[in-house]
């Protein structure tokens, strides 16, 4: 069955970087877009971007341009998100998540990670 | 960037009564539009994509309608389970696949 499990828990400060991960198995990894996702706490669901982890390619959403960088490791089947420079909204958690075959429908997620920005 | 409006915000229903929640895209989605269910506590479930296509195991008493612009999830007979968040998000072309800001589903 496919599983999407993340890195734990970060708590950084202001003006710092973070770096979520999320090892995916139960599937072949390079046949499948991987999305980000975030959810600040109370809020809705903000999706930030995908990454094809065939090609490497990556397509963010221009509100996190110049400030995210998706990457993957196809050895480990690992997919990568850094976030830069946090401010104190960034507080959220973060979710990978694989869409089914049809690009952008979202069929499953990983647990998420909280991360907490905080000086 | 698509703006995604979801009416209401919160929609008290009492159970075994009918839900309609609807979702406006600041432009044509043309049928490509999904609705996912959020419980506390978990990560969203697709419910509906392609404006009216259920996902694989979703009860028949969810719904999808709509096309271009205007769309609406209808929860036929609500169960006390079907009580959530329900966000509706486009993947229209090219991203960002922006989702809605969501409509709570409480009991009356």
């Known amino acids: 069955q496919v599983q999407l499990v993340q890195s734990g828990a970060e708590v950084k400060k202001p003006g710092a970087s973070v770096r979520v991960s999320c090892k995916a198995s139960?599937?072949?990894?390079?046949?499948?877009?991987m999305h980000w996702v975030r959810q600040a706490p109370g809020q809705g669901l903000e999706w930030m971007g995908w990454?094809?982890?065939?090609?490497?390619?990556?397509n963010n959403a221009q509100k996190f341009q110049g400030r995210v960088t998706m990457t993957r490791d196809t050895s480990i089947n690992t997919v990568y998100m850094v976030l830069s420079r946090l401010r104190s909204d960034d507080t959220a958690v973060y979710h990978c998540?694989?869409?089914?075959?049809?690009?952008?429908?979202?069929?499953?997620w990983g647990q998420g990670t909280l991360v907490t920005v905080s000086s | 960037e698509i703006v995604m409006t979801q009416s209401p915000a919160t929609l008290s229903v009492s159970p075994g009564e009918r839900a309609a929640l609807s979702c406006r895209a600041s432009?044509?989605?043309?049928?490509?539009l999904a609705w996912y269910q959020q419980k506390p506590g978990q990560t969203p479930r697709l419910l509906i994509y392609?404006?009216?296509t259920r996902a694989t195991g979703i009860p028949a008493r969810f719904s999808g309608s709509g096309s271009g612009t205007d769309f609406t999830l209808t929860i036929s007979s609500l169960q006390s389970e079907d009580f959530a968040v329900y966000y509706c998000?486009?993947?229209?072309?090219?991203?960002?696949?922006?989702f809605g800001q969501g409509t709570k589903v409480e009991i009356k």
């Open positions: 432009q044509s989605v043309s049928s490509n």
């Open positions: 990454i094809n982890p065939n090609s490497g390619g990556t």
């Open positions: 392609g404006a009216s």
């Open positions: 139960g599937y072949t990894f390079t046949d499948y877009y």
């Open positions: 998000q486009h993947y229209n072309n090219w991203p960002p696949w922006t």
């Open positions: 998540a694989r869409d089914g075959g049809v690009r952008g429908v979202i069929v499953y």
